[in-house]
């Protein structure tokens, strides 16, 4: 049997990616101490890697796919091929932003003030490619974690990733610049995406993810009308496309069908109401395809 091996993002991304697989349709087990998942489909063998190296192991063909940062992909230089985003931002698997930060008092105010001074990050490639680009050179240096930490006493710069900044603030720094824009991101072997069967694989499992992603946020509202109000309550509905009207056996009313964004609903809600629809339902979605 055809099997599509596929790397699983341990650390940070672990939760939100089972919650996510398990929304899509898959159910992942991991044991205590296993980095061996088992998946509920006969065709995917898992494997949990760290992000970070994701994209070195797609490239050699030990995986065949994978899921990591767009970030790991520019920082290894893996020549692999990136399938599509999955920014779901409700479970944290959100748009991250790696910036370049200094002391509030830093006399730091752009890239070329960064000429002979010392960065401290974890994204080495990425900074010097960052600092070529200004015509700047300056001394990168590994940092193991805790990078924050490190200014002004180690270094006189960080390059860090963040999704709101609330970190850098609360230890006293200023974003200078942002360095690279990251997300999450589906890659594959190139040899793999040749494969027309674990290219399918790859594809078909792709579109329940977006699909889980895509009703993350949403929910399903079915409510009755009575035609002669039908279109106030369409003057309330922010409908996905345009919403589903359907016969009931009275033949003066309809059912309206439709999908809206969850924070709307308590808004809308009562003005449903006031626009006289009855059985209002609201109810979760698993995935949405378009």
Known sequence: ?????????????????????????????????SYVPVI??????????RAQEMARYVESAAL?????????????????DELSELVYAKQRLARVRWVLAV????????????????????VVHITESYLARHGVKAHVEFSWGATEVKVPQLADAIVEVTETGSSLRA????????????????IMNRAAAADSWKREKADNLILMLQGAIAAASKVGLLLNVHRDDLQAVLGVLPALKK???????????????????EAVV??????LKAAKAQGIVEYPLNKIVL
């Open 64 to 80: 065949d796919a994978g899921i990591t940062g767009h970030d790991w992909v520019v920082e290894t230089g893996a020549a692999v």
């Open 243 to 261: 919403p589903t009207i359907s016969a009931l056996s009275d033949p003066d009313w309809v059912a309206i069908n439709t999908i809206v964004e």
């Open 1 to 33: 049997m055809s099997r599509l091996k596929l790397g699983i993002p341990k650390g940070s991304l672990q939760d939100a990616m089972l919650d996510l697989f398990s929304r899509a349709g898959w159910k992942i087990t991991l044991g205590s101490r």
């Open 266 to 271: 308590r808004q809308i809600l009562p003005k």
């Open 171 to 186: 230890n006293r720094l200023r974003i200078v610049d942002t360095v690279l824009e990251s997300t999450t991101v589906f």
């Open 40 to 49: 509920d489909d006969a065709e995917i063998e898992c494997l949990l890697v």
């Open 103 to 122: 002391p509030e008092d830093s006399a730091i105010r752009e890239p070329r003030h960064l000429e002979e001074k010392v960065i401290a990050t974890e």
